[in-house]
Structures are given as C-alpha cells and as structure tokens.
C-alpha cells in the first residue's frame, strides 16, 4: 500500500491546522510535515499532539541546516527574507529527504489553506492504482466561494466551490459574469498542485510541481485540491496584515509581474489601512452571498457543492 505524505508551511493558522491534519490523516495520509514560518508561532503545539505530524519551526537551526545541505539553497537564498515561495521550495526539499528516511513512497506539497480531495476514495488507494511510469501527478485546484461573511474554521464551514477553469467551456465565464455580476472568477492560481513519486534525486520545481520529465506528469480534476481562498473577512484582513506591502512582482524580478489584480487591490486597502475598502473588495470578489445566484451557477456547471470534507470533520 502506497504510503502518502503531505509537506506544507503555514503561518498563524490557528484552530484551522488541526483540521487541516485531523482531515488529511482521515483519508488515509501517513505523514505530514508541518513548516512553521514563525519559529515561534503557537499553532506549533496542536502539530505536536499528532504522532504522525512532524512540527519543524523556521529557526536557526533549519536556516543553517538548509544553507549547508539543500541542493536550492543558493538559488533562494537571495529572496528568502522576503518571498514566501523561496521558503517554501526548500522546506519541500528538506521534506523530500525526512520523507525519504520514513520510507514514504509519495509526497504532496499543498498550503495550509488548502486540502487534498480523492473523492470518495483514501489517498493510498489512488496513488497504489497509479502506473509505475507516472512519476508525478498535478491536481487541478478548485476555489472556494464562501456564502457567509464572517468564517472561524473554514475547513468545516465551506462546501461550495468554483471549478477549475481548464475543467469548463470556453463559453463559461460570460454565462459567469452575466450571472454573478462579478468580474473576476478565480482569484488566485488555477494551475494546481502536484504529488510527486520519492526518489533520492527528486526536487522541487516552484510551489506548483517537481522536478521530473513532462511525459511522466499525469494532470487530473478529480482528485482535486480545494483551495479555501480569503475564507472569512477576518482571515482575508490577517492574510493581508501578514503579507504587508509586497512589490508587484514575484521574486523581485520585473519580468515576473503579479497578474492577479484582486492580490494587488487587496494589498493596496491594507496599507491604506481602509478597512471599509477591505470589505467591499470582500463583498464583491469573494463573497458569493446570494443562494439564488448560486444555485443558477451550480446548475450551469460552473460552481459544485462539496460538502465531503466538512462531514468527515464533524464525525471525527
């Protein structure tokens, strides 16, 4: 039976972190790897409960490890104190070798806002169906589309969905638009997120895939990976108050523009510190408040009613 880990790093999740792992462990993941960008960051204790969770806090002793050991180091290092995703590409490839040592035979790199969806089946089920030949698997993303304004643990709250663009006819945004009255579907990446088979020489390859040959990629809508974006204002004004003024570009480079314009407005009312401007940016990207509207979406196609996830975390 495949044995099936999960590597993320998180900041400040809160009570959301134990079930994000109390889900994973569920449907049958053997291990997570929980990085803590905040050495110091209280939600390190609810990891520790779990015997199956590796709790590493971004402290001097895994900055040195990391600078002495890990092959991306030097690539990184340059955008480490301010790029989140150079962090998180060499805690993937810190985990790839404590994944190795446990004799893990796959390892899925996701955020702390986000959970691996199989549908009805349990993760080592799905990867031991796999051909030998497939060497990593990208799963498409779904967003969630939160119908409440005010979330505490969105993981067992939300259940309503967008689906992946690249899941839809060409023709679906108009009908979203026409229908909505929103301007914009996905807020964030629709690229998705991989898994990839562990072998001595596997490496990250950005936050979305690993570093292995094109051909031995298999790409899948189901399962998925849910992606409980901004769920809740209070956790959208806090992943901004984290992020603070970030440049318009990734990693600095001006090659390398962020194209999500709802990123940039959300970062520009922060620092503003119109907090009136937060929530009327809430109120018309995010929210999706109008059980009419909703319904008329789901049965285009275009939205989908997950509610899976949120039963299994009220039975446990």
């Not at 792992?21 to 291990?31: F, K």
């Not at 990867?127 to 498409?140: A, E, K, Y």
């Not at 990976?225 to 209070?234: K, R, T, W």
């Amino acid at each position: 039976m495949a044995r099936v880990c999960i590597v993320t790093t998180v900041r400040d999740p809160g009570l959301c972190l134990e079930s994000f792992i109390r889900y994973h462990l569920a449907i049958g993941i053997d291990h997570i790897y929980v990085f803590f960008d905040d050495p110091e960051d209280p939600a390190v204790q609810i990891a520790l409960k779990f015997s199956n969770v590796t709790a590493i806090p971004n402290d001097e002793a895994l900055q040195v490890q990391q600078a002495l050991w890990n092959v991306l180091y030097p690539t990184c290092e340059p955008h480490i104190g301010y790029e989140v995703m150079a962090r998180q590409i060499l805690n993937v490839e810190t985990a790839i070798q404590l994944a190795l040592e446990q004799e893990m035979d796959w390892i899925l790199h996701i955020d702390g806002d986000e959970l691996f969806y199989p549908g009805q089946m349990s993760a080592s089920d799905y990867f031991d169906q796999l051909s030998s030949n497939i060497s990593q698997v990208r799963f498409l993303n779904y967003e969630a589309a939160p119908e409440v304004f005010d979330i505490g643990d969105y993981f067992h709250e939300v259940t309503l969905f967008k689906k992946n663009p690249a899941t839809l006819n060409p023709e679906f945004y108009t009908q979203f638009r026409s229908i909505s009255g929103k301007s914009q579907y996905f807020l964030a990446y629709q690229n998705g997120k991989s898994a990839a088979r562990l072998h001595p020489d596997l490496l990250p390859n950005g936050v979305h895939g690993f570093d292995v040959p094109e051909n031995y990629t298999l790409v899948t809508s189901l399962p998925c990976v849910l992606h409980y974006l901004n769920c809740g204002f209070q956790n959208y004004y806090k992943k901004y108050a984290q992020l603070g003024n970030f440049p318009d570009y990734w990693w600095g480079s001006k090659s390398t523009p962020i194209c999500f314009p709802f990123h940039l407005a959300s970062r520009d009312a922060y620092c503003s510190g119109d907090m009136a401007c937060m929530a009327a940016l809430y109120q018309e990207f995010v929210l999706y408040d109008n059980p009419a509207i909703n319904q008329n979406l789901i049965e285009k196609g275009i939205l989908t009613r997950i509610s899976y996830p949120s039963q299994l975390l009220s039975s446990l």
